[in-house]
């Protein structure tokens, strides 16, 4: 503590020593000089850093003309800050995680890591060390072959470049819609997506170049192909149990595993019309989805 600092300095110095309350306000004035953030290099297209923007959009109801708010969800590499951005209707899976692919497709390739702030979404338990990646996220992340890394919760400086580009998009790309009307997230999409050109190829101040050409020269060769197939969003249900006839039960219906697996749980997925089952994440049953 502050008072045994002061208490083992007065032992030093007992007939000099300062008072305690002077000791304290210069203690304060040291310890301002000597807070040290450390910079962080991002090699190139190791990460993408997602968030949302705190600032809502908004479109109008065509019928209603009522006002429906909108989120902005953004991402940025690491090495270039090439940025991304669009609206969804809102942050639930389907719409994080087809944001996600999107921005994926914007950047023309993978990056090995994906950085999103621990939105509910995405990340079912936050934790410093082992955090639990959300099971359809995580689905989605092995489909790309990509690895998931939270940031810490209520740590903004772990993800750095994302907040800086929540900023710009808020400033270069929002508040020049400020006084648009958009009736269809598709209309305001186009017209974000327009300003991000713009966005992107303003010239840094410090740095030579753009957003854009460090892109080009950093991250975009770095960047590993995207598989021939989108991934298709799933319904999961975890911790199904094996009834004594040796079916699961999902939505009403039941579906045959081995009857090896009998009193244990396994977990069911659906993407479309296909129904899997798997026990220790191995596939042991596949079915078409009963009508």
């Known amino acids: 503590t502050r008072e045994l600092l002061w208490k083992e ?5 007992p007939d000099t020593h300062y008072g305690y309350t002077h000791f304290c306000n210069l203690y304060r004035a040291w310890k301002k000089r000597v807070s040290i953030t450390m910079r962080v290099s991002h090699k190139a297209g190791e990460k ?4 949302y923007s705190g600032v809502r959009w908004h479109i109008i109801d065509k019928n209603t003309g009522e006002a429906i708010d909108v989120e902005i969800f953004v991402a940025a590499l690491g090495a270039s800050g090439y940025t991304f951005a669009e609206a969804s209707l809102d942050q639930t899976k389907p719409s994080v995680i087809t944001s996600t692919i999107h921005a994926f497709e914007y950047f023309g390739g993978l990056t090995e890591l994906i950085v999103p702030d621990n ?21 989605m992340a092995d489909h ?23 900023k710009l998009v808020q400033r270069w790309i929002l508040a020049r819609l400020r ?4 009736f269809s997230l598709a209309e305001l999409n186009a017209a974000i997506a327009a300003l991000l050109i713009d966005l992107n190829n303003r010239p840094f101040k410090k740095l030579p170049g753009c957003r854009r050409s460090a892109f080009e020269s950093l991250d975009a060769p770095a960047l590993r192909p995207m598989p021939l197939q989108r991934y298709a969003i799933g319904r999961w249900k975890t911790g199904a149990k094996v009834n004594i006839d040796y079916h699961v039960e999902f939505e009403g219906h039941y579906y045959s595993v081995p009857h090896r697996l009998v009193g244990t749980k396994i977990d069911v997925r659906v993407t479309g ?6 026990a220790s994440n191995q596939r042991v049953a596949g079915h078409a989805v009963s009508a």
């Open 179 to 182: 006084n648009r009307r958009f």
């Open 9 to 13: 300095y007065v032992d030093l110095f």
């Open 48 to 51: 993408m850093f997602m968030d």
């Open 144 to 166: 790309y072959g990509v690895l998931v890394l939270p940031a810490r919760p209520y740590r903004a400086k772990d993800k750095p470049k994302v907040e800086l580009s929540v």
């Open 273 to 278: 019309q296909l129904l899997e089952c798997f």
């Open 119 to 139: 939105m509910k979404t995405a990340v079912t338990k936050a934790d410093k060390y082992e955090p639990v990646i959300n099971d359809t996220f995580q689905d």
